[in-house]
């Protein structure tokens, strides 16, 4: 690891973080954080997720940061997780803030996700490198992750998530927050459910988010790169055989297994085998767990 040392004097330290109450005197920092970083969105919410939080939170990270805006986050299980992971597909910028020292990742599960974080952006902290994860760490860190943001989305939280901390430091910063509605009967959304009625902008696409934030963030090179994106995802769904257009249209994002795709597009389960290969291949679809599967959104 290459951890480095920096102060508030320093040209490193981020624009946004300094403006805050109470901004840390020193970080730790493995990777380089750039000044294009102040674009930044700061994403964040439960570690027991389920798959629609994943799954949207990942796409919604991903539609930024294709967009030129840095995805922040705390690099915890569930929605953090998810967050880098978009970015990371994007070919984007991502920061990560830890509730430790550089030499006690937390989760240990996600020592891979800290190496292509350092090298896409950087994992930051404001404890020593020999910190361990104290759980009064982390209601610390959430206030670095606001801060060093121009808004915060919570996906999928419950009532009493770290989640819903962080929007409580962005609403002290005067950050945008904006919460992802849920299913009222899942206890996973009651805390963001009840954000979006005390006022949270409620997000259900990444145009919600640009038309807060086009005052305070710099978007104007990035259409290009999403009109691109979605030509190509055009171009890969026009140049697919019959077989494979039915069983693209069966897909949705509930995931389904391959005789229920077998059944529904009345196709023998090998060619509905193949096909999942070759749409799999032009990432027009995602495999899961127990062989199902999901269109990529």
Do not use: W
Not at 76 to 87: S, V
Not at 215 to 244: F, G, L, Y
């Amino acid at each position: 690891m290459n951890i480095r040392r920096i102060d508030k004097d320093s040209k490193e330290y981020p624009d946004n973080l300094k403006n805050i109450f109470g901004p840390p005197q020193e970080l730790f920092i493995n990777g380089e954080i750039l000044p294009s970083d102040n674009n930044a969105i700061a994403i964040v919410g439960t570690r027991r997720a389920s798959y629609y939080g994943m799954e949207q939170c990942e796409k919604l990270s991903y539609d930024l940061a294709i967009r030129g805006i840095t995805i922040i986050s705390g690099m915890a299980k569930g929605i953090d997780t998810a967050a880098h992971r978009g970015a990371l597909k994007a070919h984007g910028r991502t920061i990560a803030v830890l509730g430790s020292g550089h030499n006690h990742i937390y989760p240990p599960e996600n020592k891979k996700l800290y190496a292509e974080i350092a090298r896409n952006g950087a994992v930051v902290s404001e404890f020593p490198p020999d910190t361990r994860p104290f759980r009064t760490n982390f209601p610390r860190r959430n206030r670095i992750i606001s801060g060093m943001s121009k808004g915060v989305v919570v996906v999928e939280a419950p009532r009493r998530s770290g989640a819903l901390i962080t929007a409580d430091f962005a609403l002290e910063q005067g950050r945008d927050v904006f919460a992802m509605p849920g299913n009222i009967s899942s206890a996973r959304s009651s805390g963001t459910n009840a954000l979006i009625k005390e006022g949270a902008k409620l997000v259900d696409g990444v145009s919600d988010i640009l038309e807060e934030v086009k005052n305070v963030i710099d978007i104007r090179e990035i259409v290009d790169k999403a009109e691109t994106r979605d030509q190509d995802i055009e171009t890969a769904i026009s140049s697919v055989s019959p077989n494979e257009k039915a069983i693209f249209s069966v897909l949705n994002g509930r995931p389904k297994s391959i005789d229920e795709i077998s059944r529904v597009a009345d196709l023998p389960v090998y060619k509905v085998s193949e096909g999942l290969l070759r749409l799999e291949l032009k990432k027009l679809i995602k495999g899961l767990p127990g062989e199902n599967f999901v269109k990529v959104k």
